[in-house]
């Protein structure tokens, strides 16, 4: 167990004490922007390794059995997560480092619902599994990748905004970090033609596929008894 809370605090303090605050511009300043992504990038990777052993090695404990009804629920979270995960990765990100072009443009699509669709993504994976799992373990692993989620959307919001004010401003007035917080504001409108059919698509055809091959893959059936 000691393992795996030495790499979730490395991981966490990677992503929130380097890359989300001033000493990444320091670093990238001295090393240069690609150069810092690149060793940033291989840390990240090595230390998710690092994150996976640890955790398939460590001795856990069981704080709570997660409810059948409960175990429903997050199989309904899991999907919006694969909606929103399938739909990041379909159009230009504003808030990625080099989206300058996008930046600048009119929210479209799923930045209508949320400037941070990958995020929440991941978000919603972490903390649905953080609950059906109910172990110690559980709680230290995918909880590493839930604080740095939801920590990193103000984070990196605040270096978009340090960025390129202007452009900031146009995407900020018409996004939210919460889903459908603008819209709800009355600062946006949902489209849902500018998603189109091919993303919630492949949601769910990546929902299906996760829910079939998690016991091959992880170890454990979402509906254990099914």
Not at 175 to 180: D, E, G, H, M, N
Request: glycine letters at 12%; hydrophobic letters at 60%; charged letters at 10%.
């Amino acid at each position: 167990m000691g393992m795996l809370a030495a790499a979730a605090l490395v991981w966490i303090g990677a992503h929130l004490g380097i890359a989300g605050t001033g000493i990444r511009r320091v670093i990238a300043g001295r090393i240069g922007e690609g150069a810092f992504r690149g060793v940033f990038s291989l840390v990240s990777f090595a230390t998710i390794a690092w994150l996976i052993v640890s955790y398939r090695r460590a001795d856990t404990t069981l704080l709570w059995a997660a409810p059948a009804w409960l175990r429903v629920c997050i199989l309904a979270v899991m999907l919006v997560a694969c909606l929103l995960l399938v739909a990041s990765v379909a159009a230009p990100n504003p808030t990625a480092v080099g989206s300058e072009r996008a930046l600048g443009r009119e929210p479209r699509g799923i930045q209508r619902v949320t400037r941070h669709p990958m995020l929440w993504a991941f978000a919603l994976w972490a903390g649905a599994h953080v609950l059906g799992n109910g172990d110690t373990a559980s709680l230290l692993f995918f909880g590493a990748f839930l604080v740095t989620a939801l920590a990193g959307m103000p984070s990196i919001d605040a270096k978009v905004a340090r960025r390129d004010p202007p452009n900031w401003q146009v995407l900020a007035a018409g996004t939210s970090i919460l889903p459908f917080g603008a819209i709800a504001a009355g600062r946006n409108r949902l489209v849902t033609g500018e998603i189109g059919w091919v993303v919630p698509v492949l949601g769910v055809v990546l929902w299906a596929a996760l829910f079939v091959l998690h016991p091959w893959l992880f170890g454990a059936s979402p509906l254990p008894g099914w």
